[in-house]
């Protein structure tokens, strides 16, 4: 497995203003993804993070909402901005690659409020 | 593109029974399916997966089936306990991708 770190685990903020969330992982892994995951529901991939180059936005996503990045194999950024409401969720960065046996593994989350 | 249903949204059950979880898929292209548990406040944990070449995989008191057929897989826990309530996910991933597409959750509860 890995272990991946992500900061903040919650924030409280103010519509209009932007968050940047950070996520640390201990080895480098091929791939890393972020997801939403709103109050009592299931998981909703956003983007696939890609190492040096734009990322891969879901149907429904777009770049200049949840800008990524990724400078190298072990982090990766997602930025909420222009926040609303209807942006309070769980942002969970997540990691997979034939180094981790081709399995999926989470982390903490940031839960976000916005008011 | 995949579908997977999982049933029921809420299970409730007495400290030592079991608890099965139940989900199908659509595509029969999907071949690894894993099964996450969140508890309150955390992400998800992968706790168990099986691989379409696979009728069934344990370890400890859980266990998942899969039934490629009738494109099913199931999750079932023995002896609960309330340390196991918590929501749990399963998923399905077509071969050759990475992302697997997920079931809408399952609340266990389990009273003591």
């Known amino acids: 497995s890995a272990v991946i770190s992500q900061k903040p685990s919650r924030d409280i903020c103010q519509r209009g203003t932007s968050l940047t969330i950070q996520c640390q992982v201990d080895?480098?892994?091929?791939?890393m993804f972020w997801y939403r995951q709103q109050p009592g529901q299931s998981l909703t991939l956003i983007a696939t993070?890609?190492?040096?180059?734009?990322?891969?936005?879901e149907s429904g996503f777009v770049i200049d909402k949840f800008p990524i990045s990724r400078p190298n194999l072990t982090f990766s950024t997602l930025t909420v901005s222009n926040m609303s409401p209807e942006d309070s969720s769980i942002y969970l960065c997540s990691v997979e690659g034939a180094e981790l046996g081709g399995k999926l593994f989470f982390g903490s989350g940031t839960q976000l409020s916005v008011l | 593109g995949e579908n997977v249903e999982q049933h029921p949204s809420t299970l409730s059950v007495q400290e030592g029974d079991s608890a099965v979880i139940k989900c199908t898929y659509s595509d029969s292209a999907s071949n690894y399916f894993p099964w996450y548990k969140q508890e309150l406040g955390k992400g998800p944990q992968l706790i168990i997966d099986?691989?379409?070449?696979?009728g069934e995989k344990k370890d400890q008191r859980i266990a998942v089936t899969l039934n490629k057929t009738a494109k099913h897989f199931s999750l079932h826990i023995t002896e609960t306990q309330p340390e196991d309530s918590a929501v749990y996910f399963c998923a399905a991933t077509r071969g050759g991708s990475y992302i697997p597409t997920f079931g809408r959750g399952t609340s266990l509860i389990v009273h003591p």
């Open positions: 993070a890609n190492q040096g180059s734009e990322a891969t936005y």
């Open positions: 080895s480098q892994v091929t791939m």
């Open positions: 099986i691989r379409s070449n696979v």
